[in-house]
């Protein structure tokens, strides 16, 4: 099924059975209560119905939840492989950070600094950052407490959830 226009997909979503709308929502984020949730609000008006309703569904991602979604997102820099669509998206996230050798190390020597001191891949929303701007964050954010950044964790990885929907509702 590959719907061509936000319409295509949203009439798609709305007539799926429960397993596949959730099917349909996993590759947003792998978070099995929000893909419920909004599954079971279905049928949904407008893409901005649904879109609205996935922004507040299943609030307050515990962290074996965050950290099971984290498992489907390559570290900032490294290029996804495959070719389902979690891999396509997260390579067009990323197709603003530079692959120059000096900011790949840059990179690899923050991701390993920010795994070392809270034991989870660093995630941010790349799409529409630079590598500057993603090492910037990702220094700042080395200084939070481990409550507070798992805080900011679960805001990044739902507003990438979020613009992945935006990404199939729009194609
Ligand atoms: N570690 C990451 O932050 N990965 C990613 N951020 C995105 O926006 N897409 C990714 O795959």
Request: aromatic share 6%.
């Amino acid at each position: 099924m590959h719907p061509q226009s936000s319409q295509d997909f949203l009439a798609a979503f709305n007539a799926a059975s429960f397993e596949e709308a959730q099917a349909l929502l996993k590759p947003c984020v792998d978070i099995p209560r929000w893909a419920s949730e909004i599954s079971f609000a279905r049928p949904f008006a407008t893409p901005a119905e649904l879109l609205s309703f996935a922004e507040l569904a299943a609030p307050d991602w515990t962290e074996a939840e965050i950290d099971g979604a984290l498992a489907h997102h390559p570290r900032i820099g490294e290029k996804a492989a495959g070719s389902g669509s979690e891999a396509r998206m997260s390579r067009s996230e990323q197709a603003g950070v530079s692959t120059a050798a000096d900011v790949q190390e840059r990179l690899l020597a923050g991701n390993r600094a920010y795994e070392e001191r809270f034991g989870r891949v660093f995630l941010i929303r790349a799409a529409g950052r630079s590598a500057e701007e993603i090492l910037a964050a990702l220094s700042e954010r080395l200084d939070n407490t481990a409550e507070d950044e798992l805080e900011v964790t679960a805001s990044q990885l739902r507003e990438i959830a979020i613009l992945r929907l935006e990404g199939l509702l729009t194609p």
